[in-house]
């Protein structure tokens, strides 16, 4: 994300910095059904935290999982903890910690409504086409929520353990990686970037993050 971050605080002084890897998953279908979900705590599919977990076994063991409060993505932050402690019980499983910040965008009355019955009866057209310009009644700005996580990305990288070569697993919502993965390839802003990303249940986005004199500054693994 290009934007200044904090300066290194003073145990990180005298130290090189190395590189920090931050995995970001995005929660399973939910039970809710085909519906606008934000800040609706909406109950996870088991199958879906199964097979989601299941992806987990073979991965490098986290420093630490960080998750969003909603339900749909603690209950798969604590599949994930269950999967690396299971594949391996001779370590400490990683612990767990909420982040709030890490939250769903509010949409306000539109929140939790069925997507279909939007499309008929809101200005959802105009949103999708430019969401800085129009907000729910009741929501949450677009631009109040990229400063949000950004503000979370930082804590994040602040408080990531100081050169520790695990990487960090971040359990949080479709918008929340959408607007990451646009500040780290300058489409910040840019409502096509969001229209034309698909990122399905489930997914997987692998980013690492350098320290340099401007910042930290991220980079997507695209594949990895």
Same mark, same amino acid.
């Given at each position: ?73 603690? #209950?798969? *932050?604590? @599949? %994930? =903890?269950?999967?690396?402690?299971? $594949? ?5 499983? /990683? ?52 400063? #949000?996580? *950004?503000? @979370? %990305? =930082?804590?994040?990288?602040?408080? $990531? ?5 695990? /990487? ?57």
């Amino acid at each position: 994300m290009h934007r200044q971050a904090d300066q290194p605080n003073e145990r990180e002084k005298d130290v090189a910095i190395l590189p920090r890897d931050i995995i970001f998953w995005r929660h399973g279908q939910c039970e809710d059904g085909a519906v606008l979900r934000g800040r609706s705590d909406a109950l996870p599919s088991e199958s879906a935290l199964s097979a989601i977990a299941g992806k987990a076994r073979d991965m490098a063991v986290p420093a630490k999982i960080i998750s969003s409060p909603l339900l749909r993505c603690a #209950r798969l *932050a604590n @599949a %994930l =903890q269950a999967e690396i402690t299971a $594949a391996h019980p001779e370590g400490n499983p /990683p612990d767990i910690l909420i982040e709030p910040q890490l939250t769903e965008m509010d949409f306000g009355v539109w929140d939790g409504q069925p997507i279909a019955q939007l499309w008929q009866t809101a200005p959802m057209e105009a949103w999708w086409q430019d969401p800085w310009a129009i907000t729910p009644e009741g929501g949450e700005p677009m631009a109040a929520f990229e400063v #949000r996580v *950004a503000e @979370a %990305l =930082q804590r994040l990288l602040s408080h $990531a353990p100081l050169n520790d070569g695990r /990487p960090l697993w971040v359990v949080t919502h479709g918008g929340v990686i959408r607007c990451l993965m646009a500040a780290i390839l300058g489409a910040e802003r840019v409502a096509g970037f969001y229209r034309a990303l698909e990122l399905d249940y489930g997914a997987r986005v692998h980013t690492r993050w350098y320290w340099t004199d401007s910042g930290w500054q991220g980079r997507l693994l695209w594949g990895s």
